[in-house]
C-alpha cells in the first residue's frame, strides 16, 4: 500500500512542478490538464487507500530522515489512518473539482500556468498537513499551506488591495504559528518526541498544567490557520484571491486544518476538558459572530467568508466538547457544499463581470439556471435543511451541545442556525430573483461553460447524499478517535432536530418572504447596528488603529531617535571626544618655551603628589 | 592530506600575490578559478572528515616560539568544518557575481586575501594565530568598503575598522592573561585551545575572562547595543563586500562564542546565560523594528542578519546540544541565505542604481525570475520548513526552550516580526503596477547573475530538506563539547543547568 500513499502524497507535487516550468511563458491548456489528472490519481489512490484501511490496517512510513540534533530526531513520516485518509479523499476531491473548474475560471488569465502550479502545491502541502505521522511535518504542511494561501491571495499582484491581503494573511497565520511552536517546544521537551503515537502514549503521564499549557499552545495555532477570532480578519480578506482558490483553501481545505489539528491531538484535548470548553465557547462565539457580519455584507464572496467561519465555529464546538468524529464530519461536508457555494458564486462573478455587490445582482435565475440550481442546493445544504448533508453533521453539533449540559453554547449555536439560513437564502434571492438590477450597469449574464458546470456536479451530489453515511463515517472514523457518549433521551433529540429544522426553515422562510417583496427598506442602513455590523464590528480599524500604525511608528521611532540619536551617536561621541581631546593636547607640543616650561611644573607637581600619596611596594 | 589546512590557508594568499601578476582582462576568471579550487580543496577537507572521532583532525603543528608556547597549529573539528566551507563557498559565489569594473584587480586580490583570514580564523587552534588571523581580516575589509564603497564609505570604513578593532584590543589582554594563567598553573607556557580546554579557572577568574572575549565577540556579530557599525558598512560596502560580511565575517563572533566561551568559561557562561539571552532578545525584536521602518532595501536586509543573529546567539547560550547545533547550522543557513540576498540587492541596484525602495514596486512584472528567486530567499530568511532557515532557527528555538520558555516566546516573536518587514518590503518592491517608468524595461537576470544565485537557491532546498550530512558532525562535536563543559565547571549551580538543559521532562 506504500506505492499508493507515496503516489497520493507527490503526484500533486510532480504537477506543481512540470507546470511551474511553464510559469513564464503563455497560457498553456495542457498545465491546467496535467495537474487535473495528477490530482485525480491522488485522489483515486485516496480511495484505494481508504478502502485498504477500512477492510486492513493503517500504513505508517517513514520516508527518510529529517533534522536530529541533541536528544531530538524527526523524520519525514507518514501515517494513513481512519482520521488522515478522511481528510486525504475529501481535500483531493475537492481539489480535483477545483482545478476541473478552474480550467475554465482562469481561460483568460495572462499567468494561467503559474495558478495551477500554485494550486497543486497548495494540495501537496495539504496533504503533507494531513498525512505526518509527527508534529513537525504537520507543521511542515501547515506554513506549506501557508505560503501557498499568500502566493494565490496574492495572485493578481498587481493589485495592491491582494498583494495587501495576503500579507496580512501570512503574519496573521505567523502569530499563530508561533503558539504552535512553543506548543511542540513544550511536548519535545516533556516527552523527548514527536511522533503521534509516542505522545499520545505518554501524555497521559504528565502533570496537567503542562498538558493544559500544550492545549492551548496548540489551539492558538489553530485559531491562526482557522481564523477564530480574534485572528479572524484575514479570511475575508482574502477573498482577494481568484475564486476557486477561496473555494479551495479559504473554505474547504486549508481553514480546517485547525479543526483537524484538534481532532488529531483528541488525546491531549480529552485530558483537558477546561480548555476543550473554551475551545467550544470560542467556536460557538464566532458561529453567531461571523454569521452577524455575514447579514448585512453585500460582497458576495465575503458572506461566503463569513459563513464559512461561521461553520468552523461550528466544528470547533464539537471538537472541543470531545465530539471528534462529529466535528470531523461536519468538516467534511462542509467541504463539500461551501466549495460549492463558492464555485457557484465564481460563476455569478464571470457573468457580472466580476460585479461582486449582490445589490447591483438580481433577476440571473433565468440566464443561469444551472449554477441557481447548484448554489440553492448548497445553501439548502448549509441552512441544514433535511435531507441535505448540512443537516445532519450540524444537527449532530447542536445534540452534542446540549447532551454536554452547555445550554448557552447550544442556545447561540441555535441562533447561528437562523442566522445562516437567513443570510445563505438573502444571497440566492439577491443574487437570482428579484429585479434585474444589473441591467442597469449595461451587464449581460452568461452561464459558465458545461464543462465548468458537470464538474461542479459531484460536488452537489455529495452535498445532498453525504449525510446518509453518517453511521458509516461513525463506524470508521471511531476506531482511532474517541467515541462520543449521547445520553440524551431519543425524545429530546427529536425534539431538538425539530426545534433546529423550524428556526432554518423559518429563516429561509422569512429571507424569501422578505425579498421577494423588495427587501429591506434602505432606512436600516442608518441603524448603529447596521453599521456595527457592516464594518465587522470595527475590528480592522482597531487594529489599524491600535497595532498597525503605533507599530509603524514605534519601528520609525526606534530607528530615527533610539538607533540614529542614542546608540549611533553615544558611540561617535566616544569617537570624537578622544579626536578631540587629541586636538586639544597637541597644543601643549607648541614649541613655545614658557608655555612647555609651565606643563613641566605641572607635570613635576602630579608626580610628587602620585609619589606622597600612593606607595604600593611599601 | 597531512597538510591540507595549510594549502586551504595560504592557497589564496599564494594565489592572490601572483594575481599581481595576471592581466586586468583576465583577472575575473584568474579570482574565480582560485576560489573554486580553493572550494573544493575543502570540499576534499569534507570528505576526507571523519564524523564519529573525538577531536581535531588534520592537526597540523610547528614549534615557532616554543620559548612561550606560540606555534603554528591548525586543526578542524565539526564545529569549524562546515564555516570553513562556507567561506570558501560564499567567496567563490560573490566572485562569480561580481560586476564591478574599477581597480577589479585589486579588489579581487583583497578578497582572496580576505579568504585566506577567514578561514585562518577557523583553523587556528592556536590563540595567538588564531589572533593574527581575526585582525588581519580587518584589512581586506577596510579596502574593499574604503576603495569600492558608495559615498560615506571612508566613513564606513574607519568605523567598521576602529569599532572592531577596540573590542579586539581587549580580546588580547585577555588571551595574554590566559596564558600566563596557563604558564602559572601548568608551568609551561602554551597557547593552543585544546591545552587551554584542559584548564579549570576558578570562577571569579572566569567572570573577567569571559568579558574580555565576549566584548570583542559581541562587537563582531553584532551584539545590540554594539551594532552600529553594521548599517554604515553595509549600506557603504559594494555587494561582495556585503556579501562576504554578512555571510561569514560576522560568524567570526559567534565561531568565538562557541569555540572560547563555552568550552573555556563554562561556569561565567551560564552565570552571564539570561542577561545574555535578555540582550539577544532586545536584538531580535528591535533590529526587526527597525528593518520594518527603513527606507533602503539593503537596509532592511542588514537590520535583519541583526535580528537573526540574535536568535543564533540564543541557542548558543541555550548550553544543549539541540541549541548549540542548531546556531551552528543556523550559522551556515544565515550566510547562505543573506548572503543571497545581498547579492539580490546588488543585482537590482546595478541596474537601477538605487536601492531606495520608494523607487521600485511592481518588479515581478518586468524581472520575473529575479523576483522568484528573491521569493525563495525571502521564505528561507522568514524560516519556512523545508527551507533551510528552517532548521537552525528551530533548533536554536528549542534548545533555548528548555533554559527559559519566556524568553524563547519573546524571541519567537523574530519569526512574526522576520514576516512583516521581509513581506512587506517584497510587496512594496515586487507587487503593484510599474509606478516607476524606469523600471518598466528592466533586463531579468544575466548568467553571471543566474550562475550565481542558482547554487544559492538549489542549497536553500537540499539542506532545508536533507540538513543531516552538516547536523550529523556539528551535532557529535558539539555534545562532545558539552560533555567537557560539564566536566569541567566548577560551581555546582553550572553542573546542574547542563544537566537540566540537556535532559528531557520537566516543563514550562
Known amino acids: 500500500m506504500e506505492q499508493y500513499l507515496y503516489i497520493a502524497l507527490f503526484a500533486p507535487l510532480v504537477g506543481s512542478l512540470v507546470a511551474a516550468l511553464f510559469a513564464q511563458s503563455s497560457k498553456n491548456i495542457f498545465t491546467g490538464i496535467f495537474t487535473s489528472t495528477l490530482i485525480f490519481i491522488s485522489f483515486v489512490s485516496s480511495i484505494i487507500l481508504l478502502y485498504y484501511v477500512n477492510a486492513n490496517t493503517i500504513v505508517n512510513v517513514e520516508m527518510m530522515d529529517w533534522i536530529s540534533a541533541g536528544n531530538l530526531s524527526i523524520s519525514f513520516g507518514f501515517v494513513v489512518d481512519q482520521v488522515s485518509v478522511i481528510m486525504m479523499v475529501t481535500v483531493t476531491l475537492v481539489s480535483t473539482v477545483v482545478h476541473v473548474y478552474s480550467i475554465g475560471y482562469m481561460e483568460h488569465d495572462e499567468s494561467f500556468n503559474r495558478f495551477f502550479s500554485y494550486l497543486s502545491a497548495f494540495v501537496f502541502s495539504m496533504m503533507i498537513l494531513v498525512m505526518s505521522d509527527n508534529f513537525l511535518g504537520l507543521f511542515i504542511g501547515w506554513e506549506g499551506v501557508g505560503l501557498c494561501s499568500w502566493l494565490l491571495i496574492g495572485f493578481w499582484y498587481k493589485k495592491t488591495s491582494a498583494s495587501w491581503a495576503a500579507n496580512e494573511a501570512f503574519i496573521m497565520n505567523r502569530i499563530a504559528d508561533l503558539g504552535m511552536l512553543m506548543g511542540i517546544f513544550l511536548i519535545y521537551w516533556n516527552i523527548g518526541s514527536l511522533q503521534y503515537d509516542i505522545v499520545f502514549a505518554s501524555i497521559v503521564n504528565l502533570d496537567i498544567k503542562i498538558v493544559s499549557w500544550i492545549g492551548i499552545f496548540l489551539f492558538i495555532g489553530a485559531m491562526g490557520k482557522s481564523a477564530q477570532f480574534p485572528l479572524h480578519t484575514w479570511l475575508a480578506d482574502a477573498m482577494e484571491g481568484p475564486t476557486p482558490v477561496s473555494a479551495l483553501i479559504h473554505a474547504a481545505t486549508m481553514v480546517t486544518a485547525g479543526v483537524y489539528l484538534i481532532v488529531r491531538a483528541g488525546e491531549i484535548y480529552t485530558l483537558i476538558p477546561n480548555v476543550g470548553m473554551f475551545i467550544a465557547s470560542l467556536g460557538a462565539f464566532v458561529a453567531v459572530f461571523a454569521a452577524s457580519m455575514a447579514l448585512v455584507n453585500r460582497d458576495l464572496k465575503r458572506i461566503i467568508a463569513y459563513s464559512t467561519l461561521s461553520q468552523l465555529g461550528y466544528m470547533f464546538v464539537a471538537a472541543g466538547l470531545g465530539a471528534y468524529w462529529i466535528a470531523l464530519f461536519h468538516l467534511m461536508t462542509h467541504a463539500f457544499f461551501k466549495s460549492l457555494l463558492f464555485l457557484g458564486a465564481g460563476n455569478v462573478m464571470h457573468a457580472m463581470n466580476n460585479e461582486l455587490d449582490i445589490k447591483k445582482m438580481g433577476g440571473l435565475y433565468k440566464a443561469m439556471r444551472p449554477t441557481a440550481i447548484l448554489m440553492g442546493i448548497a445553501s439548502v445544504a448549509l441552512a441544514g435543511i433535511y435531507p441535505l448533508a448540512g443537516f445532519f453533521s450540524k444537527d449532530k453539533i447542536l445534540e452534542v451541545a446540549f447532551n454536554d449540559g452547555s445550554y448557552i453554547l447550544w442556545a447561540a449555536l441555535f441562533v447561528g442556525a437562523g442566522l445562516t439560513a437567513f443570510y445563505s437564502f438573502r444571497l440566492i434571492m439577491l443574487v437570482f430573483f428579484g429585479d434585474k438590477v444589473h441591467e442597469k450597469f449595461g451587464i449581460v449574464p452568461h452561464e459558465a461553460k458545461p464543462f465548468v458546470i458537470y464538474a461542479l456536479t459531484p460536488l452537489a451530489l455529495l452535498a445532498i447524499v453525504a449525510g446518509f453515511f453518517e453511521h458509516s463515517f461513525y463506524e470508521f472514523t471511531t476506531q482511532l478517535l474517541a467515541d462520543y457518549k449521547f445520553t440524551l433521551d431519543h425524545s429530546v433529540v427529536i425534539n431538538l432536530i425539530f426545534a433546529t429544522s423550524a428556526i432554518a426553515l423559518s429563516g429561509i422562510i422569512f429571507a424569501v418572504y422578505k425579498y421577494i417583496r423588495g427587501g429591506f427598506s434602505e432606512k436600516i442602513e442608518n441603524w448603529r447596528i447596521y453599521k456595527l455590523l457592516l464594518n465587522q464590528y470595527y475590528i480592522p480599524k482597531l487594529y489599524e488603529v491600535c497595532i498597525i500604525k503605533p507599530f509603524a511608528t514605534l519601528s520609525r521611532f526606534a530607528w530615527l531617535n533610539i538607533d540614529n540619536k542614542i546608540v549611533d551617536a553615544s558611540v561617535d561621541m566616544i569617537a570624537k571626544t578622544i579626536c578631540s581631546s587629541g586636538e586639544k593636547a597637541r597644543e601643549m607640543q607648541s614649541g613655545n618655551l614658557s608655555s612647555m616650561l609651565r606643563w613641566m611644573v605641572v607635570g613635576i607637581i602630579v608626580l610628587l603628589v602620585l609619589a606622597i600619596f600612593y606607595r604600593p611596594m611599601v | ?508
Open chain 2, 1 to 508: 592530506m597531512d597538510y591540507i589546512l595549510s594549502l586551504i590557508i595560504f592557497f589564496p594568499l599564494v594565489a592572490g600575490i601572483l594575481g599581481f601578476l595576471v592581466s586586468q582582462n583576465s583577472i575575473r576568471i584568474y579570482g574565480i578559478s582560485v576560489a573554486f579550487i580553493e572550494f573544493m580543496l575543502t570540499i576534499i577537507l569534507w570528505i576526507g572528515f571523519n564524523g564519529n572521532t573525538d577531536g581535531f583532525q588534520f592537526v597540523e603543528h610547528v614549534t615557532v616560539i616554543s620559548h612561550f608556547g606560540m606555534n603554528y597549529h591548525l586543526g578542524v573539528d565539526g564545529i569549524s568544518l562546515f564555516l570553513v566551507i562556507l567561506s570558501t563557498f560564499m567567496t567563490m559565489i560573490a566572485l562569480i557575481g561580481l560586476n564591478i569594473k574599477k581597480d577589479v584587480k585589486n579588489l579581487i586580490i583583497s578578497v582572496l586575501l580576505l579568504e585566506m583570514t577567514m578561514v585562518g580564523v577557523f583553523l587556528s587552534l592556536d590563540v595567538i594565530l588564531f589572533y593574527l588571523f581575526w585582525e588581519f581580516s580587518l584589512i581586506p575589509m577596510l579596502y574593499i568598503i574604503g576603495a569600492w564603497g558608495s559615498d560615506k564609505r571612508i566613513y564606513a570604513a574607519i568605523k567598521f575598522f576602529l569599532y572592531t578593532f577596540a573590542g579586539s584590543i581587549l580580546m588580547l589582554v585577555g588571551i595574554l592573561y590566559m596564558g600566563y594563567l596557563y604558564h602559572a598553573t601548568a608551568g609551561v607556557w602554551s597557547f593552543s585551545i585544546p591545552d587551554w580546554q584542559l584548564l579549570i579557572l576558578p570562577f571569579n577568574t572566569q567572570l573577567w575572562l569571559f568579558g574580555a572575549f565576549f566584548l570583542a565577540f559581541a562587537i563582531k556579530v553584532p551584539m545590540f547595543p554594539f551594532h552600529t557599525w553594521l548599517p554604515y558598512a553595509h549600506g557603504q560596502a559594494p555587494t561582495i563586500g556585503s556579501v562576504i560580511l554578512a555571510s561569514v565575517l560576522l560568524k567570526m563572533g559567534t565561531y568565538g562564542m562557541v569555540r572560547f566561551l563555552l568550552p573555556l568559561f563554562p561556569d561565567a557562561t551560564i552565570y552571564f546565560v539570561i542577561p545574555i539571552a535578555i540582550i539577544a532578545v532586545i536584538m531580535v525584536i528591535y533590529a526587526a523594528m527597525i528593518a520594518y521602518a527603513q527606507e533602503d532595501m539593503k537596509q532592511v536586509i542588514a537590520y535583519s542578519s541583526i535580528s537573526h543573529m540574535g536568535i543564533i546567539i540564543l541557542g548558543i547560550f541555550a548550553i544543549n546540544a539541540e541549541g548549540v547545533t542548531g546556531s551552528i547550522f543556523f550559522m551556515i543557513s544565515h550566510g547562505i541565505v543573506s548572503g543571497a540576498l545581498f547579492m539580490l540587492v546588488g543585482c537590482i541596484y546595478d541596474r537601477r542604481h538605487t536601492k531606495k525602495i520608494s523607487e521600485f514596486g511592481g518588479l515581478a512584472i518586468s524581472m520575473p525570475t529575479f523576483a522568484t528567486i528573491y521569493g525563495v530567499m525571502l521564505m528561507a530568511s522568514v524560516g519556512l520548513p523545508l527551507t533551510i532557515g528552517f532548521v537552525g532557527e528551530f533548533l536554536s528555538l528549542i534548545g533555548f526552550y528548555k533554559v527559559s520558555w519566556i524568553l524563547t516566546l519573546l524571541a519567537g516573536t523574530g519569526i512574526i516580526l522576520g514576516a512583516i518587514y521581509m513581506l512587506s518590503l517584497y510587496k512594496r518592491s515586487f507587487f503593484g503596477e510599474i509606478t516607476n517608468e524606469k523600471n518598466r524595461n528592466l533586463k531579468d537576470l544575466n548568467g553571471r547573475e543566474l550562475a550565481a544565485l542558482i547554487p544559492l537557491v538549489v542549497l536553500v532546498l537540499v539542506l532545508g530538506i536533507y540538513p543531516k550530512p552538516l547536523l550529523e558532525p556539528i551535532d557529535f562535536s558539539v555534545k562532545k563539547m558539552i560533555v567537557l563543559m560539564e566536566k569541567k565547571a566548577v560551581t555546582q549551580e553550572a553542573k546542574e543547568f547542563i544537566v537540566k538543559v540537556n535532559s528531557i521532562e520537566g516543563g514550562l
